[in-house]
C-alpha cells in the first residue's frame, strides 16, 4: 500500500476521503505515531507507517487509495516514564479513541499491559511483549447514510424520562422473538414499545451503550460488567446489545434503526455517557488506548506523584476533560451521536469531572462554555449526575441553565419521609416542590430537579419496601459494596413474605412512593421494572448480575401497578399544575390567589412549630398557579387514617393511591378521612 502524504489535523480519527483515508491522532508528547494495517481476520500486521504530520499536537496522515473496512491501530512511540507522568509503550497496540468499529474480542493477558506484572510503578517491570495479534482493531467505516427528519423535543415539562437497560428491559419480554431479545432490535420491536407507550413516558434514558469491558476481577469470578460503566470506544455501540455481538458494523446499524424506530413512536432517546473514566482503570490497568497514546493528555495525574492517578470517580483514572483536546473528544463525540446516530440527548455519569479545572469544579469551565454554543448540541437534552467522589465532587444544583440534574436530596428525602420518619412535612415540601434551596437561582428552571426514588444504582421500588439492608453477596465482594444508606423498610420481613398485611403495606408505600415522584413539580423519572413490581432480591449494586436478577421478570409483572403508573402519568399530563416550568410561590398574588397553599390536617396555614413536628406526617397543599387550574394535593403518611379539613369549595377526587382502582367520587363534606400511607389528588368539581 502506498506510502503517507501529510493529510490534514482535523478530523480526528480515520476519515474517508476521494483519494484516500485521513488518519489523525492527539499526542502532543509523543515523539511520533505509527499506523498499524491488519489483515481482515485481525490477527496480521501487514503494514506499519510513520504518521508524517505533526500539527499543534495532532499526529496526522493520508494513506492513498485507502477504503471503509481497512484494519488498523496504533503505536505512540516515547517516553516510558510513570514519574514523569509517561507511559508510552510502543510494542502495545492501541485503540483509536475516534474508532467507529471495533474488531476482535478482548481476553484479560498479561500482554495487554505496559509493565511487567508486579512492578507496577514501572521503575522495572517496563513489558515489550507485543501484543498486536491480540489487542482489539479499529475499522475504517464509510459515513452512514443521513438520518430520516428528526422529531422537534419534547417541551420540556412534559418530559417523563423512563431509565432502562437495553438487554435487560427485553430479554424476557413476551412478544419479542427469542432472536430479538436482550438487543436494540427487541427495544424497537412494537412489544416493547407498546409497554412503554401505555405506560406513558416519553424519554427513554438508556444505560450506557458505548463499547465497555467487563473488569479482570469480574472476568475471574466468571461475572460480567452488566451495567456496562467501563467504556473503551465512545464512538461505537456495544455489539453485545445486538442480535450480532461479533460484528459492531452490524450493532452501529441496529442501534440507529432502533432509534429511528422509536422515534417514530414518539419516544426521545437519550443515552448514559461514562466520559469520566475509562476501561484502562488505574496505575495497575493495561494499556489498550489513550493510556499508550498520550498518558499525561488523557489522564488527571496526581500533582505530588505523576505514577498515580486522580482517583475522583472511584474507578481508578480521571478523563482530564479540562485538556481542550479531551473537550474537542468529548463534543466531538457528542456530536456524532447526535448527528448520525439520532439520539436525543445525554445523562454523564459522575458529571463533575466535566467541570473540574485546576482549582476544582467551574460551571464555567471550558467544557459547558464549549458545549453552550455548539448549534449542533443546542437542542440535545443534558442530564447530570451532579457528584462523584473526589474532593469537592458534590455539586448538586451547580450545573449550568439548561442542565438537568439527578437529585439525590429528592430521592432521600421522600424515602426517609414515606418509609423511615427521618425527614419532617418542611424537608417533603421543599423536595416536592422542585428543590427551590438547590435550584432557583440564576437561570435555572424548577425541571432543573430530575426527581426519582429509585434508579438502576440501588434497590428496586419493590426491594425498597421489602429489605432493610442490602444483599449483594451475588457480587463476590463479601456484600461490601453498594449504597449503606437506603433509608428502607422491610415492613416486618426481610424480603418476600406471604403475610396479607405485610404485602398490603408494602403495596401502599410503593404507590405513594411512585405517585409522590409523578406528581412533584420538577421532572420525573421512573426506573423501568418498578412499575412492575421488579425485584432484585435486595442486591442493590447488581453492576455485574447479567442473568435473571438484574433482567425484568415480565411473567411476575404486576399489571395493576402498571396501570397505576400510567393513570399517575395521565394525571401529570392533564393537569398543568403540575408540572410547571416557572418557580411557585405561596406569596399573594395581583389576584388575590397563592400559587402554593400549605395546610395541616386541621385546614390552618402551616407555622415554623408546624413545619418541623415530627409526630405529625401528614399535609395539604393547594397548587393554583395562575392560569392553570387547581390540584388539591393530600399526603399522609402516617400509619392511621387522618381526618383533613379540605379548603373552601368543592372538590373530586380523582386519585387515592391507597385504593387506585376507586372512581372518583365528589367530596361535599369539608372533612374527610384520608387513608393511611397515602397520596389523595383532588380535582375542584364541576
Same mark, same amino acid.
Given at each position: ?221 466468571? +461475572? /460480567?460488567?452488566?451495567? &456496562?460503566?467501563? $467504556?473503551? #470506544? =465512545?464512538?461505537?455501540?456495544? *455489539?453485545?446489545? @445486538? ?106 455519569? +459522575? /458529571?463533575?469531572?466535566? &467541570?473540574?479545572? $485546576?482549582? #476544582? =469544579?467551574?460551571?464555567?469551565? *471550558?467544557?459547558? @462554555? ?107 465482594? /463479601?456484600?461490601?459494596? &453498594? ?204
Amino acid at each position: 500500500m502506498s506510502k503517507l502524504s501529510t493529510g490534514l489535523p482535523y478530523p480526528l480519527g480515520a476519515t474517508l476521503r476521494p483519494d484516500g483515508v485521513n488518519f489523525a491522532v492527539a499526542s502532543e508528547h509523543a515523539q511520533f505515531v505509527e499506523l498499524c494495517l491488519f489483515d481482515e481476520p485481525g490477527r496480521t500486521e501487514i503494514a506499519r507507517h510513520r504518521l508524517p504530520g505533526f500539527t499543534d499536537g495532532v499526529w496526522h496522515g493520508l494513506l492513498p487509495g485507502a477504503q471503509a473496512g481497512l484494519l488498523y491501530g496504533l503505536r505512540a512511540h516515547g517516553p516510558y516514564a510513570p514519574q514523569a507522568g509517561h507511559r508510552f509503550n510502543p510494542h502495545k497496540l492501541l485503540l483509536d479513541p475516534y474508532a467507529r468499529e471495533i474488531v476482535g474480542r478482548f481476553d484479560w493477558r498479561d500482554e495487554h499491559f505496559g509493565f511487567r506484572r508486579g512492578h507496577a510503578d514501572g521503575s522495572h517491570g517496563f513489558d515489550s511483549r507485543d501484543n498486536g495479534e491480540l489487542a482489539l482493531k479499529s475499522r475504517v467505516v464509510a459515513p452512514l447514510p443521513p438520518l430520516d427528519a428528526r422529531p422537534d423535543p419534547r417541551p420540556a415539562a412534559d418530559v417523563v424520562l423512563y431509565e432502562l437497560h437495553v438487554k435487560g428491559f427485553t430479554r424476557q419480554r413476551p412478544g419479542v422473538p427469542e432472536a430479538l431479545r436482550g438487543t436494540y432490535a427487541g427495544l424497537a420491536h412494537a412489544a416493547a414499545i407498546d409497554h412503554l407507550l401505555t405506560l406513558g413516558v416519553t424519554t427513554l434514558s438508556l444505560l450506557p451503550v458505548h463499547y465497555a469491558l467487563t473488569e479482570e476481577r469480574l472476568a475471574k469470578l466468571g +461475572l /460480567a460488567n452488566y451495567w &456496562g460503566y467501563n $467504556t473503551i #470506544g =465512545f464512538f461505537c455501540p456495544d *455489539p453485545r446489545l @445486538s442480535t450480532t455481538p461479533g460484528d459492531s458494523g452490524a450493532a452501529r446499524r441496529e442501534f440507529r434503526a432502533m432509534v429511528e424506530r422509536l422515534h417514530a413512536a414518539g419516544l426521545e432517546v437519550v443515552i448514559d455517557v461514562v466520559f469520566n473514566h475509562t476501561a484502562e482503570g488505574n496505575e495497575n490497568g493495561p494499556t489498550l488506548s489513550m493510556r499508550g497514546l498520550d498518558n499525561a493528555l488523557w489522564y488527571r495525574l496526581a500533582h505530588e506523584d505523576r505514577s498515580q492517578y486522580e482517583n475522583s470517580t472511584g474507578c481508578g483514572n480521571t478523563v482530564n476533560v479540562h485538556h481542550p483536546r479531551v473537550t474537542q473528544f468529548v463534543l466531538d463525540c457528542l456530536r456524532y451521536w447526535v448527528e448520525a446516530m439520532g439520539v436525543d440527548g445525554f445523562r454523564f455519569d +459522575l /458529571a463533575p469531572v466535566l &467541570g473540574r479545572t $485546576t482549582h #476544582g =469544579f467551574d460551571p464555567q469551565a *471550558p467544557f459547558f @462554555s464549549a458545549l453552550a454554543q455548539d448549534p449542533l448540541l443546542a437542542r440535545a437534552r443534558l442530564i447530570a449526575e451532579p457528584w462523584d467522589v473526589g474532593y469537592g465532587g458534590y455539586q448538586l444544583g451547580r450545573f449550568p441553565g439548561r442542565w438537568l440534574e439527578w437529585n439525590d436530596r429528592f430521592r432521600d428525602g421522600i424515602r426517609q419521609f414515606w418509609l423511615t420518619r427521618g425527614a419532617d412535612r418542611a424537608e417533603f415540601a421543599r423536595r416536592l416542590l422542585a428543590s427551590s434551596d438547590r435550584f432557583h437561582h440564576g437561570t435555572r428552571a424548577p425541571l432543573a430537579s430530575v426527581n426519582h426514588v429509585v434508579a438502576h444504582d440501588g434497590f428496586t421500588l419493590r426491594d425498597l419496601v421489602s429489605y432493610r439492608s442490602k444483599h449483594n453477596e451475588a457480587n463476590g465482594e /463479601a456484600n461490601n459494596d &453498594g449504597h449503606n444508606a437506603n433509608y428502607s423498610v422491610n415492613c416486618g420481613v426481610e424480603g418476600p413474605s406471604d403475610d396479607a398485611r405485610i404485602n398490603t403495606e408494602r403495596g401502599r408505600l410503593a404507590r405513594a412512593l411512585l405517585a409522590t415522584a409523578l406528581f412533584a413539580q420538577g421532572t420525573p423519572m421512573l426506573a423501568a421494572g418498578d412499575e412492575l413490581g421488579r425485584s432484585q432480591q435486595g442486591n442493590n449494586n447488581a453492576y455485574c448480575q447479567d442473568n435473571p436478577l438484574a433482567w425484568i421478570d415480565w411473567q411476575a409483572a404486576d399489571a395493576s401497578l402498571a396501570a397505576y403508573v400510567a393513570r399517575l402519568a395521565a394525571l401529570r399530563r392533564e393537569l398543568p399544575a403540575l408540572r410547571q416550568s416557572r418557580w411557585l410561590s405561596d406569596a399573594l398574588r395581583a389576584d388575590g390567589g397563592r400559587d402554593v397553599d400549605w395546610r395541616d390536617p386541621a385546614g390552618q396555614p402551616m407555622t415554623v412549630a408546624s413545619w418541623h413536628d415530627t409526630d405529625s406526617r401528614c399535609l395539604m397543599v393547594t397548587i393554583a398557579p395562575d392560569g392553570a387550574e387547581a390540584v388539591l394535593l393530600i399526603f399522609n403518611a402516617e400509619p392511621r387514617d387522618r381526618a383533613c379539613l379540605l379548603p373552601a369549595g368543592h372538590w373530586r377526587c380523582v386519585l387515592d393511591s391507597s385504593a387506585p382502582e376507586a372512581a372518583g367520587q365528589v367530596l361535599a363534606q369539608a372533612t374527610i378521612d384520608v387513608p393511611a400511607q397515602s397520596v389523595l389528588l383532588l380535582r375542584p368539581a364541576a
